[in-house]
């Protein structure tokens, strides 16, 4: 399983353009982006393949853009479950565009995040 330093080393290194700080908070890595807005990273202390991958937009409409694989029954009708991404906020919920495995997955999501950072 990757570790929070490997999704950090990722973050600050290959997105250092929207990436403004990380830092660690318990088990979870914050990622600071450019806007002030932020990333939190969790995995899973107990299952190795669980994670997810949260950006708070910090907007006026409460954004949030979620990619996890935590098997919410809510969810069980997703055709990717439990793998699933929250797009736009915590109730609209889609089958994952991402790729299902976390370094990759992690990958994938920045790079949603800095398109949309970039529009």
Excluded at 5 to 16: G, Q, Y
Excluded at 30 to 42: A, M, P, Q, T, Y
Aim: overall charge positive; charged content about 25%.
């Amino acid at each position: 399983m990757p570790t929070v330093d490997e999704i950090k080393r990722i973050a600050e290194i290959e997105f250092a353009d929207i990436v403004k700080n990380t830092y660690q908070i318990d088990y979870k890595l914050r990622i600071l982006l450019i806007n002030n807005s932020f990333i939190d990273v969790n995995l899973s202390q107990k299952l190795s393949d669980r994670f997810g991958f949260h950006w708070e937009c910090r907007d006026t409409k409460g954004t949030i853009y979620r990619y996890d694989n935590f098997p919410d029954k809510n969810w069980q009708s997703i055709a990717t479950f439990p793998h699933h991404f929250h797009n736009g906020s915590q109730n609209k919920v889609e089958p994952s565009p991402f790729p299902p495995s976390i370094i990759e997955g992690f990958r994938a999501f920045m790079v949603f995040i800095r398109n949309k950072l970039k529009h």
